[in-house]
Every structure is written in C-alpha cells, then in structure tokens.
C-alpha cells in the first residue's frame, strides 16, 4: 500500500473544501510569454502570473516521475480535468512515480516533518531519499507529513558529472537568473530545489531568500499559494507583531492572493512577496530562487534592512569596540564593519562582498542570450542605481574589496552602454 492511499476520507473532504474556498483566478496565465511582456508586465512591475502546463510538458521529470494514467486505477483517474480559472474539487492529476525517484536514492536530502511545527519551523532531519520512499512505498505511519524540501537535486546530478535536461530545462523568458548556474553567489550550493511530499504537505508563509523572485513548477500535483503583496503584511501579524507561521488560523487567512496551481503549471512569486504553500495532492516540484536586473534595488534594499537589523541587534558589541579602541582613530570603525559584516553573512546568507561578486559575474557572463534579458541601457541603469546608493553608504569607504570589484562591474557597464 503507498502512502497516498493512507489520505484519509476527513483529509479528502478537507482538501476538497480547500479548493471549493479558492477564487477564480485572477493573474493572468500564459501559453506562450514573450520575453518583453515578461519584462514589462511581471519583471519590472513585480506582478505574479502563471506559464501553463505547455511551459513544462516536454521535461524528463514529467515523463518519468508520473505514472502514466493506463497504469492508474480507476478510481484515482475518475474525473474530468478543469480549467485554470474555475477550480474543481475533484481535477485529475497524476500519482507520483516513487520508483523513478529511485536513482536518486542514495542523495542526503533535508526533510522537514510537517506534523511536527517547532516554534517558527518544522522539526528537521537529513536521511537517504531511499529511506523516505521506503517509508512512503510502505504506507509506513512514519512517512506521515514527512517533505522533502530544498533538495538540491541538479546541483548533485551536475556533481555526479551528468546534465540537469535529465530532469528539467528553464523555460526560455525564466533564464536570465542571477542566483544560479553558470554563477551562484559562494554562499550555497545553488537556488534551485526539489520538492516532494503527500497531500496537506505544507510551506508556511515566508518570503524568499534575498527577497529573491521565485518560480515554482508541479511536476505532480496541484498546490494551493496564499501570496501577500508587501503592503498587505500587517493582516498576516499577530499580536506581537511576528509573522503568523499558518496563515489559515486567520480570518480571511490573512486576505491573500489565493491561487491554485495546477498539474504542469509554473508560478512566478514576486520579489518581496511573502507566500504560503499547502500540497493538494501527493507533489513533485521544481524551483528556482532568482532575481535579474530589474531586481537589484530590491535585493540591494533588503540587504541594507538585514544589515540594519544586526546592528541593531549586537548594538552593545560596537560600544565594547569603541571603549577598547578609542573614538579617536578609525580603527573601531573597521572592526565594527567587519564584525557586522560577519554576521550579516551568517544571518542574511551574504553580505555586501557576495552582492557586488555576484553583479560583476553576472556582468561579465550573462546567463541568458540578449533578447531573453532587459536591454544593456536598463540593465546598466539598475547596476548604476545601486550603485549610487552604496557610494553613499559607510561600507563603500570600509570595504576595499568591494571596491575592486565594483571599479570592474562599473567600468565593464559603462563601456558596454
Ligand atoms: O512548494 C512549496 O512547498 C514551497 C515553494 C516556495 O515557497 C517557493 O517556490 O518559493
């Protein structure tokens, strides 16, 4: 017996009431997204949409990871599919092949148990995915609620020598990313995941590494995604002013953007935007964290509140600095910087040196072809926004190195104008 069999007639019913309390969709979803329209409509504006399951149709993992609907019994394949923009409690959808996950058996992956909430996170652990299939295969209790998340499935098939197109291949208009391969900031390993659990698997609300964009694609499965626009964050708080972990303890959940992906579908979540993701049925996705051009002053800005915050938080430290070293000289000024930038590292996941590391290779190798990115002109006008802003800060007099790299990635833009 699998484990999705173990989803109980309750948890059935209860998906089901999940779907019927979703609206029609009310962003827009694309066949086909020319690049421009990306740019324009979503990049730039920030504004969240979905490519249809056309995006995804001729990926590895869509063969190989669903099983075949002839091979279905007939009560899981019983009903009609529906279209995106009315959902439909009871759309079809394919079972996970857990045997085709098989040769991935041996890799370490992060499993979250999501029966189990600790505080603001789920108990972790790290096991062989052999040891969750078996579980799952099983019908196992213990496999309950267990989901593999944050798997870094490509960068350890890339590691084990051979080619992610044996799961994947980005979407065209998804390409100019920042975050990933040819360069990924020397922080992690990359930003690109894979997720697979059991109905009522859940993500609690967050928002993205960096204040990246994500996208997001079911490879199995549908989700459900409650999305927040920045200025509608207060409505996810609770009394003390911290993010609530399950935004449906809330009346009106908090009144979220509430979208349901389907099958083969990719989301694309705005940059900033805090979201929240509940699996409908048993799901295999893919993502990418990312940002590109159009991003910069964002990510720039979310760093400069990190910064803030752990200098805030260790307040006490630059007191101690300037009592042993005097007031006089610089010379506390340079231990402070650095001590900040230490543990802004540790906190945020880089600091200053990753961000202008991760400009200046991204100038001079861009991950995308140049009508799949923004024109050189607005690409070099965001750098040079940025710029200006650090220009003006403490750190560009503090830290030297950063300056190297920034006299290239200023000249390298100036020049390619
Ligand atoms: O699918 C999930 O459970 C979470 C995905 C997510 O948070 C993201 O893609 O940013």
Redesign the pocket.
């Given at each position: 017996m699998s484990n999705w069999s173990r989803v109980t007639a309750q948890q059935i019913e209860f998906i089901d009431q999940l779907i019927r309390g979703i609206p029609a969709r009310s962003i827009p979803t694309y066949d086909e997204l020319p690049y421009d329209v990306y740019l324009h409509k979503h990049l730039i504006l920030n504004a969240p949409f979905l490519l249809s399951a056309k995006a995804t149709s001729s990926w590895s993992a869509v063969r190989d990871f669903r099983i075949s609907p002839a091979f279905q019994t007939l009560s899981d394949s019983a009903s009609a599919s529906t279209s995106p923009s009315a959902p439909n409690p009871s759309s079809s959808t394919h079972k996970p092949n857990l045997t085709a996950l098989r040769r991935y058996a041996h890799h370490i992956v992060p499993v979250a148990n999501t029966l189990a909430p600790q505080f603001s996170e789920f108990e972790r652990s790290e096991r062989p995915l052999g040891e969750v299939l078996d579980l799952w295969e099983n019908g196992d209790e213990a496999g309950d609620g267990l989901y593999v998340?944050d798997w870094h499935l490509m960068a350890e098939i890339e590691s084990e020598g051979r080619g992610v197109e044996e799961v994947y291949a980005v979407p065209e208009c998804l390409r100019d990313d920042w975050l990933n391969p040819p360069y990924t900031p020397a922080s992690t390993s990359d930003f690109r995941f894979t997720?697979l659990g059991p109905p009522l698997t859940?993500?609690p609300l967050?928002r993205?590494v960096y204040g990246s964009y994500?996208w997001?694609a079911n490879v199995v499965g549908r989700?459900v995604w409650w999305l927040f626009p920045p200025d509608r964050l207060d409505a996810v708080k609770d009394r003390h002013g911290e993010l609530v972990f399950d935004v449906r303890e809330l009346k009106d959940e908090g009144g979220a953007l509430k979208i349901l992906q389907e099958e083969g579908e990719i989301i694309f979540?705005p940059s900033g935007w805090h979201?929240q993701?509940v699996n409908l049925d048993f799901c295999i996705?893919i993502?990418h964290?990312f940002f590109a051009s159009p991003t910069l002053p964002r990510i720039y800005h979310t760093l400069a509140q990190s910064q803030q915050r752990v200098e805030e938080a260790i307040a006490d430290v630059k007191e101690m600095i300037i009592e042993r070293l005097g007031s006089e000289s610089d010379a506390w000024e340079r231990e402070w910087v650095d001590e900040v930038q230490g543990l802004l590292e540790r906190d945020a996941g880089w600091g200053w040196g990753g961000f202008w590391e991760t400009i200046e290779r991204n100038v001079k190798e861009p991950p995308a072809a140049n009508f799949l990115s923004p024109p050189l002109h607005m690409r070099n006008a965001y750098i040079r926004e940025v710029l200006q802003n650090y220009q003006s800060g403490r750190e560009w007099d503090w830290l030297p190195a950063t300056q190297i790299t920034i006299s290239s990635c200023d000249i390298l833009s100036s020049i390619m104008d």
């Amino acid at each position: 017996m699998s484990n999705w069999s173990r989803v109980t007639a309750q948890q059935i019913e209860f998906i089901d009431q999940l779907i019927r309390g979703i609206p029609a969709r009310s962003i827009p979803t694309y066949d086909e997204l020319p690049y421009d329209v990306y740019l324009h409509k979503h990049l730039i504006l920030n504004a969240p949409f979905l490519l249809s399951a056309k995006a995804t149709s001729s990926w590895s993992a869509v063969r190989d990871f669903r099983i075949s609907p002839a091979f279905q019994t007939l009560s899981d394949s019983a009903s009609a599919s529906t279209s995106p923009s009315a959902p439909n409690p009871s759309s079809s959808t394919h079972k996970p092949n857990l045997t085709a996950l098989r040769r991935y058996a041996h890799h370490i992956v992060p499993v979250a148990n999501t029966l189990a909430p600790q505080f603001s996170e789920f108990e972790r652990s790290e096991r062989p995915l052999g040891e969750v299939l078996d579980l799952w295969e099983n019908g196992d209790e213990a496999g309950d609620g267990l989901y593999v998340k944050d798997w870094h499935l490509m960068a350890e098939i890339e590691s084990e020598g051979r080619g992610v197109e044996e799961v994947y291949a980005v979407p065209e208009c998804l390409r100019d990313d920042w975050l990933n391969p040819p360069y990924t900031p020397a922080s992690t390993s990359d930003f690109r995941f894979t997720y697979l659990g059991p109905p009522l698997t859940y993500t609690p609300l967050h928002r993205d590494v960096y204040g990246s964009y994500s996208w997001s694609a079911n490879v199995v499965g549908r989700k459900v995604w409650w999305l927040f626009p920045p200025d509608r964050l207060d409505a996810v708080k609770d009394r003390h002013g911290e993010l609530v972990f399950d935004v449906r303890e809330l009346k009106d959940e908090g009144g979220a953007l509430k979208i349901l992906q389907e099958e083969g579908e990719i989301i694309f979540v705005p940059s900033g935007w805090h979201h929240q993701v509940v699996n409908l049925d048993f799901c295999i996705s893919i993502n990418h964290n990312f940002f590109a051009s159009p991003t910069l002053p964002r990510i720039y800005h979310t760093l400069a509140q990190s910064q803030q915050r752990v200098e805030e938080a260790i307040a006490d430290v630059k007191e101690m600095i300037i009592e042993r070293l005097g007031s006089e000289s610089d010379a506390w000024e340079r231990e402070w910087v650095d001590e900040v930038q230490g543990l802004l590292e540790r906190d945020a996941g880089w600091g200053w040196g990753g961000f202008w590391e991760t400009i200046e290779r991204n100038v001079k190798e861009p991950p995308a072809a140049n009508f799949l990115s923004p024109p050189l002109h607005m690409r070099n006008a965001y750098i040079r926004e940025v710029l200006q802003n650090y220009q003006s800060g403490r750190e560009w007099d503090w830290l030297p190195a950063t300056q190297i790299t920034i006299s290239s990635c200023d000249i390298l833009s100036s020049i390619m104008d």
